[in-house]
């Protein structure tokens, strides 16, 4: 079995930072990519960033510049440094993990329940 959790949420005024941490924790022998999704009260949940086990990484037009996506050196965790917050992050952040657990095995997708993220103005 594999679980995934969230850390890190929490309340933040308008123009502070929050550190997401997202790790992957048992049957697993490598992880494929590590994305962060968000979904705000009303609306449907949208990818935030999303980076591959090389380290290439992928950000919504809305947080370019602001957020960075990050690997931990086993690339079963990941983190989502985010900068210069505005109310319109304001979202529970979901942790997405694609991963096999053998060697030559199927890749599964794992959620994380979910953190809250609050920016205030």
């Known amino acids: 079995q594999v679980q995934v959790a969230e850390s890190g949420g929490g309340l933040v005024q308008a123009g502070g930072s929050l550190r997401l941490s997202c790790a992957a924790s048992?049957?697993?022998?490598?992880?494929?990519?590590i994305g962060w999704y968000r979904q705000a009260p009303g609306k449907e949940r949208e990818l935030v960033a999303i980076i591959s086990k090389g380290g290439s990484a992928n950000y919504a037009d809305s947080v370019k510049g602001r957020f960075t996506i990050s690997l931990d050196n086993s690339g079963n965790a990941a983190y989502l440094q985010m900068n210069n917050m505005k109310p319109e992050d304001t979202a529970v952040y979901h942790c997405?993990?694609?991963?096999?657990?053998?060697?030559?095995?199927?890749?599964?997708?794992?959620w994380g329940q979910g953190t809250q993220v609050t920016v205030s103005s």
């Open positions: 048992g049957s697993i022998f490598r992880a494929d990519g």
């Open positions: 997405n993990v694609q991963l096999r657990s053998l060697f030559n095995g199927p890749v599964n997708t794992y």
